[in-house]
């Protein structure tokens, strides 16, 4: 860290990682705290040493490929780096241009002639190149779910401000050629990223290093979830459960709506069961006898249980409580009766302003239903869409610093207070509202707004956020099903309608059928893309712009995206942007090239557009009833030939949090085109290890299945784009038929393979 003194202000510069600064600045009085810092959100991995030369104007910071020079009388930050297109230049002033007092500030970037912005969130659906745009960073009920102060460039840098106020960024509307972020309180305070290359996947990923990494979910998250019509009970509950294993359609999770309270929509802490709907008996034992519930019919079909929650509740206390910070007395007792409560989209009262509970974890409130079955919780209708001006939380903070933030602490600490008191199995947690930093604790949907276009819009500005684990409520049409099948993860919304697959058309019924083996069958895929997520900040889904930065053309692209490495998903808008490569219908083998427009016709049966890129490998398995069924030996490799492509398959035990601390297991693919219709493949041994964990002796409903790391695979492989016409490993001929070849699982044993395939 750097302390340094200008004319009539401080800066403090913090080098967190090779091409990653923090400015922070002060009128000379104390360096203001955003909540984001205060509470661990944003995380910094170090605070490194670099070099500084200063002079009577100026001082200057290098580190690695970058540096910064703070201009002492203009108050003018200057970063260049090697991935830097030009030099960027960012002015901080006061409030409205004036001098800067502590008191918020603004910050001043001119623009390149061609510069393109990204980011931002789920502020506004319908935009994702941001230049000439507006951005209001407030979260408000169905209009803006998730804003995100976080902007990249296509110049190669991007920028992230610590702050939770409501915020407006214009970014070259009001001239073009200059980016203007305002923030209305607080101190100066935001990182700027530059990494070595300049790419905006690359920003993407190092932005991740301070906002953190996104969460490998359960694997029962990445097949697909049912959500229950608001007026089921137990016995409808559970038939529709065998419906699903009757009908051969996978599911995984089925989602309980307020109805399942004894009050629905209850705001309190004292959240009961509906007595008439689902019965659990009062006198057993900490609820928990497996037997005499619906859960134990429920974990018999293999089904995980997701609970709907609303609650009023200041979870600042608690988050002051685990810093050591001061608290108001507890005993004081605050009044909100009469405070302005702002909802736009709710007209009627149905909310109250009132703090329930504030002086222990909200969890606690929840253990008894945990103990009941619940596997994950869907946050919906709190007081983090509602706008509360008058409310002091955790007695010292008003709601215009908290509203964004809010959303964030609640997540977190229903994570990992599940986590701790499952003995570290993985919390699933969903969410419709997002701030900086959610994807390390929980999923989200796009909010109350269907399944349509729009919320693709929101998906692609969460993936330049680094946010991945994203989806919406699927709408039951075949374009609906075709995106929300190939979303990272599966949301079928029943909410007030009869919307179960047998009771739409057979037609209807069979495309559910077919999209939801078809996501079981790609579940290594998906679930390694997931790891990815986790390792490098690369987001399943990726937007256009994000992957070809060079073709302005791709700028506002919206129904095209990749999904992972491999495949090309156009969604709802049939007239089809192709990227650069070569491309395979994965649904008729058709191949088409890239960088052309095409008006796509939709195979019968399908409700949209899947492209696999040639020089790709898609892992496989057979598609099961629920994705816990099996822990698969056996894998499909599908070989998509043209060009060179890696593929590591990443597995884990998909319970617990063991994969942090590196139980995990990997093989690695490699794929290389040699020309003149050869290509080979290299498939390496298995490294890792992982086990199951058995949850505490005083825990419930424990889960116990462990596993080992299990005996090594065997694998298919299957050319689909060419026709084989021989293939060796090792030096040995393999059989071949209808272009594929087994790879047997003593053959794997022996160590890495290396095959020589020759191509008809």
Same mark, same amino acid.
């Given at each position: 860290m750097y302390l340094f003194q200008t004319p009539n202000s401080q800066f403090q510069i913090r080098i967190i990682a090779p091409g990653i600064f923090r400015v922070m600045m002060s009128d000379g009085g104390k360096f203001?705290?955003?909540?984001?810092?205060?509470?661990?959100?944003?995380?910094?991995?170090?605070?490194?040493?670099?070099?500084?030369?200063?002079?009577?104007?100026?001082?200057?910071?290098?580190?690695?490929?970058a540096s910064l020079c703070v201009d002492k009388t203009q108050h003018t930050v200057t970063f260049t780096s090697t991935g830097l297109q030009a030099p960027?230049?960012?002015k901080i002033e006061g409030v409205n241009g004036g001098v800067y007092h502590n008191n918020g500030y603004r910050l001043q970037i001119p623009l390149e002639e061609n510069e393109r912005l990204y980011g931002i969130g789920d502020e506004a659906r319908q935009h994702i190149a941001r230049r000439g745009t507006v951005a209001q960073l407030n979260m408000?009920?169905?209009?803006?779910?998730?804003?995100?102060?976080?902007?990249?460039?296509?110049?190669?840098?991007?920028?992230?401000?610590?702050?939770?106020y409501p915020q407006t960024y214009d970014m070259g509307a009001a001239d073009k050629d200059l980016m203007v972020l305002d923030v209305p309180k607080g101190g100066v305070d935001f990182y700027v990223f530059l990494p070595q290359s300049g790419r905006i996947v690359d920003n993407v990923c190092l932005s991740t290093t301070v906002t953190g990494r996104p969460m490998v979910m359960p694997k029962s998250f990445y097949g697909m979830t049912f959500v229950m019509n608001e007026m089921t009970d137990q016995r409808a509950m559970l038939y529709d459960c065998k419906e699903f294993r009757r009908?051969?359609?996978?599911?995984?999770?089925?989602?309980?709506?307020?109805?399942?309270?004894?009050?629905?929509?209850?705001?309190?802490?004292?959240?009961?069961?509906?007595?008439?709907?689902?019965?659990?008996?009062?006198?057993q034992p900490q609820n928990t006898s497996d037997e005499q519930t619906f859960y134990n019919a429920l974990k018999n079909m293999g089904f995980k249980l997701s609970l709907w929650l609303c609650i009023n509740y200041d979870?600042?206390?608690?988050?002051?409580?685990?810093?050591?910070?001061?608290?108001?007395?507890?005993?004081?007792?605050?009044?909100?009766?009469?405070?302005?409560?702002?909802?736009?989209?709710?007209?009627?009262?149905?909310?109250?302003?009132?703090?329930?509970?504030?002086?222990?974890?909200?969890?606690?409130?929840?253990?008894?239903?945990?103990?009941?079955g619940a596997s994950a919780f869907k946050l919906d209708a709190c007081t983090q869409v509602l706008h509360h001006p008058d409310r002091l939380w955790g007695g010292k903070y008003l709601d215009d610093e908290v509203h964004n933030v809010y959303p964030v602490l609640y997540a977190r600490q229903m994570k990992e207070d599940f986590e701790a008191y499952t003995n570290g199995r993985r919390a699933l947690i969903y969410t419709p509202c997002i701030y900086a930093g959610m994807q390390k604790y929980a999923a989200s949907w796009a909010g109350d707004t269907g399944g349509g276009f729009d919320t693709v819009i929101?998906?692609?500005?969460?993936?330049?956020?680094?946010?991945?684990?994203?989806?919406?409520?699927?709408?039951?049409?075949?374009?609906?099903?075709?995106?929300g099948f190939f979303s990272p993860w599966v949301q079928y919304m029943g909410w007030n309608n009869w919307l179960q697959p047998w009771f739409l058309t057979e037609e209807m019924e069979q495309m559910v059928r077919e999209y939801s083996k078809l996501r079981s069958a790609l579940f290594p895929y998906i679930y390694s893309m997931a790891h990815v997520a986790h390792q490098t900040g690369l987001p399943i889904v990726r937007p256009l712009p994000m992957m070809y930065?060079?073709?302005?053309?791709?700028?506002?692209?919206?129904?095209?995206?990749?999904?992972?490495?491999?495949? @090309?998903?156009?969604?709802?808008?049939?007239?089809? +942007? *192709?990227?650069? $490569? /070569?491309?395979?219908?994965?649904?008729? %083998?058709?191949?088409?090239?890239?960088?052309?427009?095409?008006?796509?016709?939709?195979?019968?049966?399908?409700?949209?557009?899947?492209?696999?890129?040639?020089?790709?490998?898609?892992?496989?398995?057979?598609?099961?009833?629920?994705i816990e069924k099996i822990q698969p030996t056996h894998y499909d490799v599908e070989l998509f030939v043209g060009a060179d492509a890696d593929f590591t398959l990443w597995d884990d035990d998909g319970l617990t949090n063991?994969?942090?601390?590196?139980?995990?297991?990997?093989?690695?693919?490699? @794929?290389?085109?040699?020309?003149?219709?050869?290509? +080979? *493949?290299?498939? $390496? /041994?298995?490294?890792?290890?992982?086990? %199951?964990?058995?949850?505490?002796?005083?825990?419930?409903?424990?889960?116990?299945?462990?596993?080992?790391?299990?005996?090594?695979?065997?694998?298919?492989?299957?050319?689909?784009?060419?026709?084989?016409?021989?293939?060796?490993?090792?030096?040995?001929?393999?059989?071949v038929q209808d272009d594929s070849f087994f790879v047997p699982a003593e053959k794997h044993a022996a160590g890495t393979l290396s095959f020589e395939i020759k191509l008809a």
């Open positions: 203001l705290e955003s909540l984001l810092s205060r509470y661990h959100i944003l995380e910094e991995p170090g605070d490194l040493e670099g070099t500084v030369e200063e002079s009577a104007q100026q001082i200057q910071v290098q580190y690695a490929h960027l230049c960012v408000i009920n169905i209009r803006a779910y998730g804003p995100i102060p976080y902007v990249l460039s296509s110049n190669g840098y991007s920028i992230l401000v610590n702050s939770t009908e051969d359609i996978p599911c995984d999770m089925i989602g309980l709506e307020p109805q399942w309270m004894s009050k629905p929509y209850d705001f309190t802490t004292e959240k009961t069961w509906s007595p008439e709907r689902f019965r659990i008996n009062e006198w979870f600042l206390w608690e988050e002051e409580r685990r810093i050591g910070g001061e608290t108001p007395d507890p005993n004081v007792t605050y009044s909100f009766e009469g405070a302005k409560i702002l909802d736009t989209h709710f007209t009627n009262a149905v909310y109250i302003d009132e703090i329930t509970k504030r002086d222990e974890p909200w969890f606690e409130h929840l253990k008894r239903f945990v103990d009941n929101a998906m692609l500005n969460f993936a330049f956020c680094g946010h991945t684990n994203v989806t919406c409520d699927m709408d039951p049409t075949p374009a609906g099903l075709h995106y930065p060079d073709n302005p053309a791709y700028d506002d692209v919206k129904n095209v995206y990749l999904f992972g490495d491999a495949f @090309l998903v156009g969604v709802f808008d049939m007239n089809l +942007t *192709l990227p650069k $490569g /070569e491309w395979i219908d994965y649904f008729t %083998g058709e191949t088409y090239d890239g960088e052309q427009s095409l008006t796509y016709q939709i195979p019968a049966g399908h409700g949209g557009a899947l492209f696999v890129r040639a020089g790709s490998i898609v892992v496989k398995m057979a598609p099961q009833p629920w063991d994969y942090l601390d590196g139980q995990i297991v990997s093989t690695a693919f490699v @794929l290389r085109d040699q020309g003149a219709g050869c290509c +080979t *493949l290299q498939i $390496g /041994e298995r490294q890792g290890s992982y086990a %199951g964990r058995r949850r505490a002796p005083d825990a419930q409903n424990s889960e116990p299945v462990v596993h080992g790391m299990g005996p090594v695979e065997s694998f298919t492989v299957k050319v689909c784009n060419r026709h084989i016409a021989s293939v060796r490993c090792n030096g040995e001929t393999l059989d």
